[in-house]
């Protein structure tokens, strides 16, 4: 049983960036994939960034060449670095521990709300 708490959101104008930041109850050594998933209430939560425990990332194309995931499994925390923020990037950011699916979430953290302005 994983507990996931998450930085302070806030509201960034466009091009604007911002870290996230998720630190795990337990050590994360073992878990093998860890992401991140936005959602706007209402609509589908969608995956933004994914990494292994040896480190493989994968991204989406509407965050790749923009958004950085890294992981310290030493410190059992998970962070997301935003840049070049968009409109479209206006959402809830959850961090969360994958299944064997891209799409497939065991555990969660309590959200973090980002807003970008243009």
């Known amino acids: 049983q994983v507990q996931l708490v998450q930085s302070r959101g806030d509201l960034v104008q466009a091009g604007g960036s911002l870290r996230l930041s998720c630190e795990a109850s337990e050590s994360i050594a073992s878990i093998d994939v860890m992401g991140w998933y936005r959602q706007v209430p209402g609509k589908e939560r969608d995956l933004v960034a994914a990494i292994k425990s040896d480190g493989g990332t994968y991204y989406p194309d509407s965050v790749k060449g923009r958004f950085i995931i890294t992981r310290d499994n030493y410190k059992n925390t998970l962070a997301l670095q935003m840049n070049s923020l968009k409109p479209e990037d206006t959402s809830i950011y959850y961090c969360?521990?994958?299944?064997?699916?891209?799409?497939?979430?065991?555990?969660w953290g309590q959200g973090t709300q980002v807003a970008v302005s243009s």
């Open positions: 969360a521990v994958l299944g064997r699916h891209l799409n497939e979430y065991i555990y």
